[in-house]
């Protein structure tokens, strides 16, 4: 039987890798697209041959590998450059998680839900893929004191957190205790099981 395929996403410090976690705690099967950027710009090969054409040898690390911070300078404030990187990762990354669902489905006993933590799930169209929709969010202040990355013009592409609550199955708004949030995925959990 095919798990119940759940995406997590919201803005940039809304909490959803905390979120996946508590997923994950609770006996849901769990993958982050960061986990597969990470895993794709170490391995793959047409990757690195495509982002060496296009931003030459700045975007490789010490390793000979591609370098993720070095990247993100390359794309910092280029409109055309973060789209070429973009299109090149995101459908790559679509294929990864879909494929690692068809591996959970054939699993003798396979789980009954399955998390994709997706951040730009509805700007690249992604919503589709998946059975049910979680947005994470969280007061502006709070994203703001939690964000690791800097403020960029990617902001301003972003759908807003109103918008993505809107079209969601299920929203958390993430100002509680990780006590909080266990208790919101347990009974997110229940429903999901349950049809």
């Not at 993958?31 to 950027?37: K, L, N, R």
């Not at 931003?55 to 409109?79: C, K, M, N, S």
């Amino acid at each position: 039987m095919r798990p119940v395929a759940v995406a997590i996403t919201g803005s940039i410090g809304a909490g959803k890798s905390a979120a996946l976690r508590a997923f994950a705690r609770h006996g849901a099967a769990v993958v982050s697209s960061d986990e597969i950027v990470h895993h794709l710009l170490h391995e793959d090969e047409d990757i690195k041959r495509a982002l060496v054409e296009r931003f030459g040898q700045d975007a490789l690390g010490e390793d000979g590998r591609p370098d993720r911070g070095r990247i993100g300078r390359l794309v910092f404030g280029d409109g055309e450059a973060l789209a070429f990187l973009e299109g090149l990762l995101h459908p790559l990354v679509a294929r990864e998680y879909l494929t690692w669902r068809e591996q959970l489905a054939q699993l003798p006993n396979p789980p009954s839900v399955c998390v994709t933590e997706v951040p730009l799930l509805y700007e690249a169209g992604g919503e589709a893929r998946f059975d049910k929709v979680v947005v994470i969010t969280a007061p502006a202040k709070l994203r703001d004191a939690r964000r690791t990355v800097p403020r960029d013009d990617r902001d301003a592409r972003l759908i807003s957190d109103e918008e993505k609550a809107k079209r969601a199955d299920f929203v958390y708004v993430n100002t509680g205790s990780l006590e909080d949030l266990d208790e919101w995925v347990v009974g997110v959990l229940g429903e999901l099981r349950s049809e």
